[in-house]
């Protein structure tokens, strides 16, 4: 496979980034150092342009990008296609087969004022399910100028959720931190596309930024901010820009995490020496302390239905990781070998995603099973996909961090270079 591949992912919010600062300057964007042996043979031929002149922009190599980059499917380059139909009635199914294409898509593109029509089928070609050559799926959009990225991620959103039967993320976005290696604020919290597209600074300083999370609606960031040499839990409107303090003082406050449910914000906290975790109601604006001083306790995050919190805690020795009900009862020790932290759980909770020894692992919690997923070094906060397919965390590279993907069956591997500068705490947003 060729080193580079380049994807771009889809604006959830279709006026947000109108509101917000000015875009990033040294972008990071996913190259692909290697595809899985499982991924799918998938055909995208090039979309037909039924306008004057050259395309407007390619829509079919965008969902090639998509479909290849959530691990699962491995798209035939053009050149190697042995033709390259229009429509569902010009695909001559026998010639796909014969390379062992089991799905094709064809699809045109046609100017309509300011909009654009684009048309596309899915064909199945090996008869799989019933008869070669039937179409499996036929859709329709009329897509603004300006929005011509969104109509291609909905289209590989659809493509993804015909043959897998699984929601695709390719309209979700991340946050995360930069440091560039100069400059009188040069600490950064930015939001991108996935993929490192379309890249924002909501929030700049002269002093450090961690540990952005989105909230529940995907409306709110909150983050750990240093102001003045003082620690505070920020809480960031996005369409507004309007930051309120959630707590600060002595001490250190991060972490932070939203519940699912969107009524509480878990974070950490050393005013009281050691580090322990705190409930801050979104609605009342009350803080309750859950853990008491056992060890330090740190890095809360939530089960799908928001009635057990994750945490890191050292009071045994060791940090490890450790499960709690929303009113801080029944805590039980997940990990108990090694160094383990930043659990985070798939949404029907049989794996704990984690960092083991600097390593990103998975912890079937059923069975015991352990897979490391990864042979980077240093592996941090890990944050999962919201399809529960990939894993975006940081790593260290040379002097610097970088943004790193993986799925989590460990088959498939990507990164996310920067140019200038340390890229951490990436956080994945919700749907």
Same mark, same amino acid.
């Given at each position: 496979m060729k080193p580079i591949k380049q994807i771009i992912a889809i604006?959830? *919010? #279709?006026? *947000?980034?109108?509101?917000?600062?000015?875009?990033?300057?040294?972008?990071?964007?996913?190259?692909?150092?290697?595809?899985?042996?499982?991924?799918?043979?998938?055909?995208?031929?090039?979309?037909?342009?039924?306008?004057?002149?050259?395309?407007?922009?390619?829509?079919?190599?965008?969902?090639?990008?998509?479909?290849?980059?959530?691990?699962?499917?491995?798209?035939?380059?053009?050149?190697?296609?042995?033709?390259?139909?229009?429509?569902?009635?010009?695909?001559?199914?026998?010639?796909?087969?014969?390379?062992?294409?089991?799905?094709?898509?064809?699809?045109?593109?046609?100017?309509?004022?300011?909009?654009?029509?684009?048309?596309?089928?899915?064909?199945?070609? *090996?008869?799989?399910?019933?008869?070669?050559?039937?179409?499996?799926?036929?859709?329709?959009?009329?897509?603004? #100028?300006?929005?011509?990225?969104?109509?291609?991620?909905?289209?590989?959103?659809?493509?993804?959720?015909?043959?897998?039967? *699984?929601?695709?993320?390719?309209?979700?976005?991340?946050?995360?931190?930069?440091?560039?290696?100069?400059g009188d604020r040069p600490y950064q919290l930015r939001i991108a596309d996935y993929d490192g597209h379309n890249q924002h600074v909501i929030f700049r300083s002269a002093e450090p930024i961690m540990s952005p999370a989105w909230s529940a609606d995907n409306r709110k960031i909150a983050y750990s901010a240093f102001e003045n040499q003082q620690s505070k839990l920020i809480l960031q409107d996005l369409a507004s820009g309007q930051r309120d303090v959630i707590a600060q003082g002595s001490g250190h406050y991060g972490a932070p995490s939203f519940s699912p449910d969107g009524t509480v914000l878990a974070f950490s906290s050393s005013k009281e020496g050691k580090l322990n975790i705190y409930l801050y109601n979104l609605k009342t604006h009350q803080i309750t302390q859950l853990t008491q001083n056992v060890g330090n306790n740190t890095e809360p995050s939530w089960s799908a239905d928001s009635q057990h919190i994750i945490f890191t805690s050292d009071r045994t020795g060791n940090p490890q990781i450790y499960m709690m009900n929303r009113d801080s009862s029944n805590v039980q020790q997940l990990t108990n070998q090694g160094l383990n932290y930043s659990g985070r759980l798939t949404s029907d909770s049989k794996d704990l995603i984690l960092i083991s020894n600097d390593h990103l692992m998975k912890k079937n919690l059923e069975t015991g099973k352990k897979q490391f997923l990864t042979t980077t070094f240093l592996d941090e906060t890990p944050s999962l996909s919201p399809n529960n397919l990939m894993i975006i965390y940081s790593s260290t590279q040379g002097l610097g961090k970088v943004l790193q993907l993986a799925s989590v069956d460990g088959h498939f591997k990507a990164r996310l270079p920067s140019g200038d500068g340390q890229v951490k705490f990436p956080s994945w947003s919700q749907y």
């Open positions: 604006l959830f *919010l #279709s006026t *947000l980034f109108l509101l917000l600062t000015a875009k990033a300057e040294n972008e990071v964007r996913i190259v692909i150092d290697g595809g899985s042996v499982f991924a799918r043979p998938i055909a995208i031929v090039p979309f037909h342009w039924n306008g004057q002149g050259n395309k407007p922009i390619d829509i079919s190599s965008i969902v090639v990008a998509d479909l290849t980059n959530s691990g699962m499917f491995q798209a035939v380059p053009p050149q190697n296609m042995p033709q390259e139909p229009i429509s569902a009635t010009q695909v001559n199914s026998a010639q796909w087969a014969k390379l062992g294409i089991g799905n094709v898509v064809v699809g045109q593109i046609t100017p309509s004022g300011n909009n654009y029509v684009v048309a596309f089928q899915l064909i199945d070609t *090996l008869g799989i399910s019933g008869s070669a050559g039937r179409v499996l799926l036929q859709k329709q959009y009329s897509i603004p #100028s300006s929005k011509v990225r969104i109509g291609a991620h909905t289209i590989s959103d659809d493509i993804f959720k015909q043959i897998t039967g *699984l929601r695709g993320a390719f309209r979700t976005k991340i946050a995360y931190v930069i440091q560039e290696n100069s």
